[in-house]
């Protein structure tokens, strides 16, 4: 068994093959996109790796023939342990036969020798995303017991909602146009003082829970209406549209707050619960009736983003930070940057790219023909508009 150590990574991989030189294309092909790769010559290694306490492993990618314990088992042995670690199973020798057993022992995917070896890596990288959005879920669902007790009492819950409200204020962080070395627009970002619901994913969460929603999303356009007015001429703000406020009349009210500056805000739609496919665009078209402009957040994060470059037919994308974070270091990444950037200006759309902390990450989307780049790397957020290093 091999293991691969790096500080900066995707993730660990466990292959598993008895043909040496299989494993040495999968610790290749998987390495040179970022991933940290252990290698086992059989099932019963593997079993040992997978126990071993220092070892987290993202995804399994095992060979189905092999002596001692075979894939098949293998991935048995694997659910017993786990049920949410993504086995992908690789064979010479496919059949229906086989894909109907590799399914009822839990496998995630089959792949076929010889492999392509790009293939290869997307599904690698597709498993283990998933097993990192199940771990995501059950983190937050651990939070929310341990911060409510185990029937999640919502009079608590109310009441420090109440407090985060009360106590909540906006962030500001600069998009800049590379191309012009100008500042473009600022993103208001929710905060709070409220120490249970600091992550805004909680906060949010937590108003979802609580059909506060309309009420949060009112605060935080009234909190931006107020602050735009400080703001230079032709500098945009982009401000978060939670799917459910979509049926929030005072957001369609001309005379709301942030309606008197429209032309100068930017909304970015958000798909944590999903946009009606018939509703949603009739809505959407009511705010650009009033001056807004719209544009969909987080492409590549897992939502149904790119559904909504049809649907809703934004003026800007915004690329997710899970795309950008060391995209100079891995070709995958820069293809995908890439060709959404091309689909992106073809559909009439800018493409913001977000968390951007480095200079080499800044140079890869100036290559990719991203020219609004917004990360730590430009400027933190921060109470006031602070401006940005150009």
């Known amino acids: 068994m091999i293991g691969e150590q790096a500080k900066d990574h995707l993730g660990r991989v466990l292959v598993v093959d008895d043909?040496?030189?299989i494993r040495r294309v999968c610790a290749r092909v998987l390495g040179a996109e970022g991933w940290v790769v252990t290698l086992a010559e059989n099932g019963r290694i593997a079993m040992a790796a997978l126990e071993a306490p220092e070892n987290q492993f993202d995804c399994?990618?095992?060979?189905?023939?092999?002596?001692?314990?075979?894939?098949f088992?293998?991935?048995s042995e694997v659910r017993k342990r786990d049920e949410e670690l993504p086995v992908l199973l690789m064979t010479g020798d496919p059949?229906?036969?086989?894909?109907?057993r590799a399914i009822d022992r839990g496998a995630v995917s089959y792949i076929t020798k010889p492999f392509d070896q790009e293939a290869l890596a997307a599904a690698v990288a597709r498993a283990a995303r998933r097993h990192s959005v199940a771990r995501m879920r059950r983190r937050a669902e651990s939070y929310g017991r341990a911060l409510y007790g185990g029937s999640e009492d919502k009079q608590l819950m109310a009441k420090r909602f109440a407090s985060a409200l009360e106590r909540s204020w906006m962030a500001y962080q600069p998009i800049v146009d590379v191309k012009t070395r100008t500042l473009f627009a600022y993103e208001a970002l929710l905060r709070t003082e409220e120490e249970s619901l600091r992550r805004t994913d909680i906060f949010?969460?937590?108003a979802e829970k609580l059909d506060g929603i309309h009420q949060l999303g009112r605060i935080v356009r009234a909190a931006v209406a107020r602050a735009i007015v400080e703001l230079p001429p032709g500098v945009l703000v982009f401000v978060n549209v939670h799917g459910l406020e979509l049926a929030d009349e005072e957001l369609f009210s001309a005379t709301s707050p942030l309606a008197q500056h429209a032309s100068r805000v930017v909304l970015e739609i958000t798909e944590r619960t999903g946009i009606d496919p018939v509703a949603g665009p009739a809505r959407v078209a009511m705010l650009r009736k009033l001056g807004y402009r719209i544009a969909v957040d987080d492409l590549g994060a897992g939502y149904a983003a790119l559904g909504a470059l049809a649907t809703l037919e934004p003026e800007i994308v915004k690329l997710d930070m899970?795309?950008?974070r060391d995209i100079d270091r891995h070709p995958t990444k820069r293809r995908v940057v890439g060709a959404i950037a091309t689909m992106c200006r073809e559909l009439g759309s800018r493409v913001v790219a977000e968390g951007v902390e480095t200079p080499a990450e800044r140079e890869t989307c100036i290559e990719a023909g991203i020219e609004l780049l917004q990360g730590y790397l430009l400027a933190k957020p921060a109470r006031g508009?602070?401006?940005p290093v150009l």
Request: glycine share 6%; no cysteine; aromatic share 4%.
């Open 19 to 21: 043909d040496p030189a």
């Open 60 to 71: 399994v990618l095992t060979d189905v023939n092999m002596p001692e314990l075979d894939g």
């Open 73 to 75: 088992a293998l991935v």
């Open 95 to 100: 059949s229906l036969d086989g894909a109907v």
């Open 204 to 206: 949010i969460a937590t």
């Open 322 to 324: 899970s795309l950008i």
């Open 385 to 387: 508009f602070v401006p």
